[in-house]
T-cell receptor, first 113, second 112 residues
């Protein structure tokens, strides 16, 4: 089944404790992206990747890191999480940038205390 | 999940009626627009897209209209069904970029 998977789905952590949210797609897509979703703000793009070893900042990259060493994986790293990073995070992929359909993962709900 | 919808404008329509969801996009130079549907507890799902060289595009039961003069995008859903209840987002991209800018969303409630 074609899908985007994220792990973990739920995470509660404390300020400053490094964490990684994994994202994987099995559709051989070139473009992958991370978004955060907050009440009243819609989805905001954190980082995106055009292909392996090609990443760039979205609108809200501060406090996040990404890497794209393999085509299928695009992990999101929070080196020192803070409470303002409490949010719902979505990973997405598409065949290429600006392709008609972005496929979204199920989301990761992160709480930083 | 539900918490992301707390501050959203809501459109309530009777089952079987047509729905029109509006979006004011932010940048007059944007050249590609997409509508997404997000059901409770799920990630957004692509509905339909349109490029700036078009005014209208139709899909199955959905039509997107683009008015570049006033930077306005609308999604029309014909014969609205209970399964259409969700939050709807528009998104835009600028030429030469690979970033997506999403609107804040509209909640559609279908009344039986």
């Amino acid at each position: 089944e074609a899908q985007v998977t994220q792990n973990p789905r739920y995470l509660i952590t404390v300020t400053g404790k490094k964490l990684t949210v994994t994202c994987s797609q099995n559709m051989n897509h070139e473009y992958m992206s991370w978004y955060r979703q907050d009440p009243g703000l819609g989805l905001r793009q954190i980082y995106y990747s055009m292909n392996v070893e090609a990443t760039d900042k979205g609108d809200v990259p501060e406090g996040y890191k990404v890497s794209r060493k393999e085509k299928r994986n695009f992990p999101l790293i929070l080196e020192s999480p803070s409470p303002n990073q409490t949010s719902l995070y979505f990973c997405a992929s598409s065949l290429r940038a600006r392709a008609p359909e972005q496929y979204f993962g199920p989301g990761t709900r992160l709480t930083v205390t | 999940g539900e918490s992301v919808g707390l501050h959203l404008p809501t459109l309530s329509v009777q089952e079987g009626d047509n729905s029109i969801i509006n979006c004011a996009y932010s940048n007059s130079a944007s050249d590609y627009f997409i509508w997404y549907k997000q059901e409770s507890g799920k990630g957004p799902q692509f509905i339909i897209d349109i490029r700036s060289n078009m005014d209208k595009r139709q899909g199955q039961r959905v039509t997107v209209l683009l008015n570049k003069t006033v930077k306005h995008l609308s999604l029309q859903i014909a014969a609205t069904q209970p399964g259409d209840s969700a939050v709807y987002f528009c998104a835009e991209t600028l030429p030469g970029t690979y970033k997506y800018i999403f609107g804040t969303g509209t909640r559609l409630k279908v009344l039986a």
